[in-house]
């Protein structure tokens, strides 16, 4: 394991090397999509863009496929191996906090330029899990209280919307490229997504 | 900026930038050199102290962020029953090799069985897996841990292990 742990600190490393200075992803406003005529066609079309956001490594490191983060933009293990724990803010004996203060925190190497922080800084729970999962399959779940945290489509606006750490993709910290566009144009789509009925692409991949 | 710091049970006023690390705080402002710097990208562990009980990296935690609550670091070690059987584990089984990452090791190890006390095997490698050593001593870590761990459930009163 420890083997493991080398080769994916390596995989930090090169990694931090590359990604920073990514050019900023546009995200298509809804008034964009005027043009399409039929309403269901359009909602989903609306999702789609708004997935930009959702299917990026911002947002996909912290809705892991099993209950370890991920990070970086290959979604590489995170390193220490951190697991979720009891309340998805790590174990008593790692907590996230370990390392994920209040706020993005600068370090004092080069290669890593920053750690990530917020104040309600922790992993999805497991029921909003993304990776792996096609953006019909996220748009099914994001809208399936049972798998949304018990929120109605009006709650799950406001916390996508408006949520400080879902905010955080878009203030990621230095040497780490933000999710697309803006938080209040991803609002403005799940806004418009959800006033046109909240359709979903079919499931088949 | 003048602030005041709890550390290993001591008030320390310290006049330094807010944003400073609070490992050069430690180090270069009140001398408590048990603190190690390793990688300064909190993915080494090596200068792990606990705050409020939270193992923390000191590399990447600025002073401001601390505020009120309570640092202990490797100094203090020896002030708690855990920390005293780290440290005669670490003794017994000669863990060390260089020594550079020990401090950082010893205090996620007492972060640990604070919050563990019969560890198994995959616990330790999880949580330890949070520090790195470039002289490969983890298996000694492990069995270190195990056997202060064993101490502290044979010295704990009967009913309460």
New interface residues.
Partial sequence: MKCAHAVALVGVLLAATTVADTPLEPLRSPQEFDSIRDRAARSKAYFTEAAKVLQHPRCLNCHPATRSPTQGDDLHPHVPLVQAGPENKGTKELPCSSCHGAANAATLGARVKSIPGNDHWSLAPASMAWQGLTTAEICEQIKDPKRNGNRTLAQLEKHLAEDPLVGWAWDPGEGRAPAPGTQQVFGQLISAWIKTGAHCENRSR | MSQQLSINGVTHTVDVDD?T?L?WVLRDVIGLTGTK?G?????C?AC?VHIDG????S????VR?VGNASIRTIEALETTPVGRSLQKAWLDLEVVQCGYCQSGQLM?AA??L???AT?SDE?I???M????CRC?T?GRIRAAIKQAAAEIHQSAPEGTR
């Avoid at chain 2, 590399?59 to 600025?62: E, F, K, L, R, V």
């Avoid at chain 2, 897996?129 to 790195?132: E, K, L, T």
């Fill in positions: 944003d690390p490992l710097f990688c300064g990208i909190a993915l562990g792990t939270v193992p923390r990296r590399c990447i935690t600025s962020s996620s972060a640990l604070a919050g563990n560890p616990d490698d999880t949580v897996s949070g520090n790195v490969g983890y």
